[in-house]
């Protein structure tokens, strides 16, 4: 009899834990990160990871993969979007109202955007097992995609912006300065910089910084 009782309440552990795998790839694929989504369902990082790899744990036994999950970037959350993207608010409502079978015009409507807009947010942002639309899942998959800001060449504290800072101080133009850094460094390619980016460096940069040194 003792052996019957331990066997149910192994079983109900067993489809406890069953229960939480399930609900953390559900966080997944709604937009969670890993940490976000294995703190939710209260277990670490680490039973999350193997969970998602099917990696052998310590005790021999294997865990079998349970997360098809996607490559995109996490998303910083204090990170600020600009204006022209969608919003996690406007993802949420357009899930909401897609559900309720307004039309992607509606939607548009609702939210002030346009039609095309809202049209490509569901067509590329779809779960591919479904094609359903997850507004966390959207918006970490929308980050992934976003160019990030290239790191300026000319910047402070590099030997090429002293060598540009010093050649405009001797009246040199941008295409000047240009031409001697090939000159001068063939072999370097740090020391390269197009007359376009010299520009760009005096007169659009932020603070003008260089515009100021000169």
């Not at 590099?158 to 001797?170: E, F, H, I, N, S």
């Not at 295409?175 to 740090?190: A, F, M, T």
Request: aromatic share 8%; with cysteine; hydrophobic share 30%.
């Amino acid at each position: 009899m003792a052996y019957e009782f331990e066997g149910v309440q192994y079983g109900k552990l067993r489809d406890m834990q069953e229960a939480r795998r399930a609900r953390y790839v559900q966080l997944l694929e709604e937009g969670l990160n890993f940490t976000q989504a294995a703190h939710a369902v209260g277990v670490s990082k680490r039973t999350g990871k193997v969970w998602r790899n099917g990696r052998t744990r310590s005790n021999g036994r294997n865990e079998r993969p349970l997360v098809d999950w996607y490559g995109g970037r996490v998303k910083d959350s204090t990170t600020t979007v600009p204006s022209r993207y969608l919003s996690i608010d406007e993802r949420i409502e357009i899930a909401d109202l897609s559900r309720s079978g307004t039309s992607a015009r509606g939607i548009a409507r609702r939210l002030g955007r346009s039609a095309s807009t809202v049209s490509r947010e569901l067509r590329r942002n779809a779960h591919p097992a479904d094609g359903g639309y997850r507004p966390h899942r959207a918006d970490q998959l929308a980050a992934s995609r976003r160019p990030r800001p290239k790191r300026r060449k000319i910047r402070p504290g590099t030997d090429l912006y002293a060598y540009v800072a010093a050649g405009l101080r001797r009246h040199w133009s941008p295409e000047q300065i240009s031409n001697r850094l090939v000159r001068e460094y063939p072999d370097n390619d740090h020391m390269r910089a197009c007359h376009e980016t010299i520009y760009q460096a005096v007169y659009v940069q932020p603070r003008g910084e260089l515009r100021r040194q000169v």
